[in-house]
């Protein structure tokens, strides 16, 4: 009895789990606010080239072009790499990153700085407080990607 409860028991957290993963919306704080991106959460599951904390911060990716050819471009890493564009409006690009077993979300983001020539970035996990490293690893991932297409 104790054994079939248990099974039952993970299953409906499982379950749960998949449920929240693939019914998440983005959140309300994506995009440009004062020519800046949404700072980082508290939680460790966010990276921004934007922080100032080491916890969160990593560097912007360098890049030269126009708006046109450097969003192009990061569109077609970001389709490389598994994810999908959401929007892409002048020098701004929204993309969505899902895990493959439970299908959880990350919004990337990534602004282009034409007169300095870089590429500010952030990617969140929307869900959870840890995310094991996953949007560090996909920020410099994007980077090699980018930088060696």
Same mark, same amino acid.
């Not at 959460?41 to 911060?57: F, I, L, M, R, T």
């Not at 983001?109 to 949007?135: F, K």
């Given at each position: 009895m104790i054994y079939k409860l248990s099974i039952?028991?993970?299953?409906? =957290?499982?379950?749960?789990? =998949?449920?929240?993963?693939? =019914?998440? @919306?983005?959140?309300?704080?994506?995009?440009? @606010?004062?020519?800046?991106?949404?700072?980082?959460?508290?939680?460790?599951?966010?990276?921004?080239?934007?922080?100032?904390?080491?916890?969160?911060?990593?560097?912007?990716?360098?890049?030269?072009? @126009?708006?046109?050819?450097v969003i192009k471009k990061l569109e077609s890493c970001i389709r490389k790499m598994g994810g999908s564009i959401v929007s892409s409006n002048g020098p701004y690009l929204h993309a969505e990153f899902k895990s493959r077993f439970f299908h959880f979300v990350d919004d990337l983001e990534c602004v282009y700085n034409e007169v300095e020539e870089t590429i500010e970035i952030r990617s969140?996990?929307?869900?959870?407080?840890?995310?094991?490293?996953?949007?560090?690893? $996909?920020? &410099? &991932?994007? $980077? @090699?990607? =980018? &930088?060696?297409?």
């Amino acid at each position: 009895m104790i054994y079939k409860l248990s099974i039952l028991i993970i299953i409906v =957290f499982i379950a749960g789990l =998949f449920i929240a993963a693939n =019914f998440s @919306t983005p959140p309300k704080n994506l995009g440009m @606010t004062g020519g800046k991106l949404s700072p980082c959460p508290d939680s460790p599951n966010c990276v921004s080239s934007q922080a100032s904390s080491k916890e969160h911060g990593i560097m912007p990716i360098k890049a030269r072009g @126009t708006n046109s050819q450097v969003i192009k471009k990061l569109e077609s890493c970001i389709r490389k790499m598994g994810g999908s564009i959401v929007s892409s409006n002048g020098p701004y690009l929204h993309a969505e990153f899902k895990s493959r077993f439970f299908h959880f979300v990350d919004d990337l983001e990534c602004v282009y700085n034409e007169v300095e020539e870089t590429i500010e970035i952030r990617s969140a996990s929307r869900l959870g407080y840890s995310d094991l490293g996953v949007n560090r690893k $996909r920020v &410099e &991932e994007l $980077r @090699t990607l =980018f &930088e060696n297409n």
